[in-house]
């Protein structure tokens, strides 16, 4: 039977506290922004499961071709006793990596949502009985504390999601992986590729709308949560490709002049008809600078696998034995 353990390293409501604090700053700021991270309730978290499964949306595909093809090859490099995903969610594409690390004593999934771990754990007990498992509570975009777990690890940052921030909240992050690895343990990357933008912008503003009904469900989000009286059917879902810091954008645009209200916040908010709201940032990389950005916080790489078409990459980078 698979064991499972769970902590929570954020109070009961860290999630609350932290959606009153992104959406006071990123509402009264200019340009405004939201972080992608509130579009992932449950119905939105419904809807990107629909988003992957979509003609255009090619990163989930391909990432899962590159684990399918090299997980062999990811468990023989790294010979882990201990798998820790950050931002596991479902655990889905994980599951790849279970089967083939035949060594593995634990998996440590780590995510913001309670119920996800759970539901995770349940579909493991399923498919790996045996497997332990201790799921961690808390926010990987901060320091995290590991419980004492068996050596080497490998920890793993799926899906693209590295791309979410920004290039100095990037070096923050991989700082802190860092920190938590010891010589001899492995970080495994998953980011997208740069490529043509006839490629990219449909992928994020896919025909069937999907994706359009997926970002306005922050506003939703912020009405059940906070109060909010925003009018969705008055913003309009837009999806551009910058060129200059080779990332997408997602928006959502005010078709008219309004004030929004936020009565948990005491907040009125203006927004001037075309103003945009910028709801994410998504970095796709090439394989130089991939590399310059682990080096700079102290992981050296190893391997690097792409899908079959060049899209996307998995990186495999590790603590030096020498590094102290």
Do not use: C
Request: no cysteine.
């Amino acid at each position: 039977m698979t064991s499972f353990a769970l902590t929570r390293t954020l109070p009961e409501d860290a999630g609350q506290e932290a959606l009153r604090t992104d959406v006071l700053h990123g509402l009264t700021r200019m340009p405004k922004t939201l972080p992608p991270k509130w579009f992932y309730d449950a119905h939105g978290s419904e809807l990107f499961e629909e988003i992957t499964e979509l003609p255009e949306y090619y990163p989930t595909r391909a990432e899962r071709e590159i684990l399918l093809g090299r997980a062999a090859e990811i468990a023989a490099a790294t010979g882990a006793r201990t798998l820790i995903e950050l931002g596991s969610g479902s655990s889905d594409k994980t599951r790849h990596l279970l089967d083939a690390l035949t060594g593995l004593d634990l998996y440590v999934p780590v995510d913001v949502s309670e119920s996800a771990l759970r539901g995770a754990a349940q579909a493991l007990h399923r498919t790996h009985p045996g497997l332990a498992v201790h799921a961690l509570i808390a926010d990987f975009t901060a320091p995290l504390a590991l419980p004492p777990v068996p050596g080497p690890r490998l920890v793993a940052f799926l899906g693209g999601t590295i791309g979410n921030l920004l290039p100095g909240e990037r070096a923050e992050f991989l700082a802190a992986v860092r920190a938590m690895l010891a010589p001899g343990d492995f970080f495994l990357l998953g980011t997208d590729l740069v490529k043509d933008a006839s490629v990219l912008v449909p992928a994020y503003d896919d025909a069937a709308g999907v994706t359009a009904r997926f970002n306005k469900n922050v506003l939703a989000v912020l009405n059940r949560e906070l109060g909010a009286d925003f009018d969705p059917d008055t913003f309009a879902h837009v999806a551009v490709w910058d060129e200059e810091n080779e990332w997408i954008e997602m928006r959502l645009r005010s078709a008219v002049a309004q004030t929004v209200k936020v009565p948990a916040l005491d907040l009125a908010v203006d927004f001037a008809a075309g103003e945009e709201l910028r709801t994410e940032v998504s970095a796709k990389f090439r394989q130089a600078g991939v590399r310059a950005e682990t080096r700079a916080a102290g992981l050296e790489p190893t391997h690097w696998w792409t899908d079959s078409e060049g899209r996307f990459a998995l990186s495999l980078s590790t603590v030096p034995e020498q590094a102290r």
